[in-house]
C-alpha cells in the first residue's frame, strides 16, 4: 500500500489537500486506487515539519518552523525557522510537497546549528 498526499488542483481556485491510496498487487505492472480523503489543510500559524532539505537555509527534512503565510490557496507557504530560544533561523518559502504539518503523537528534536550565534 502506497500512501500519496498533496495538494489537488481543482477547477476553482480551492487546492484541497488530499490523501491517496494505491495498491500494486503481485504481478500487477500498475497501481490501483483504493481511496482518497481530505488531508489537513496548512493555514497560517500551524507549526510544520520539512518533508525535504533546504540547503540554501541550512535547513534538513524534520525541522519544525511556524506558517506565517499562505500562497495561491494553500499551494506555497512562508515558514519561519526558529531556534528554541526564539532566534530566527531561517524564513523560506516552500511548496506544499515540502511541508507537512505535525502528528499529534510526534515529539520535537534537537539538533546543533552551527551558523547561529548565541
Not at 39 to 67: F, K, N, R
Not at 94 to 105: D, E, F, K, M, Y
Amino acid at each position: 500500500m502506497y500512501l500519496v498526499e498533496g495538494p489537488l488542483e481543482t477547477p476553482s481556485t480551492r487546492t484541497p489537500r488530499v490523501r491517496t491510496a494505491w495498491l500494486i498487487e503481485t504481478g500487477d505492472l500498475a497501481p490501483r486506487f483504493i481511496t482518497a480523503y481530505p488531508y489537513p489543510m496548512i493555514a497560517e500559524l500551524d507549526c510544520v515539519a520539512l518533508t525535504e532539505d533546504l540547503p540554501e537555509h541550512g535547513l534538513e527534512a524534520g525541522d519544525v518552523g511556524a506558517v506565517v503565510h499562505t500562497y495561491k490557496g494553500g499551494s506555497q507557504f512562508t515558514v519561519e525557522f526558529t531556534t528554541f530560544n526564539g532566534r530566527t533561523v531561517a524564513v523560506a518559502k516552500v511548496a506544499a510537497n515540502q511541508i507537512r504539518p505535525l502528528a499529534q503523537n510526534e515529539v520535537h528534536h534537537a539538533r546543533a546549528l552551527g551558523s547561529v550565534g548565541p
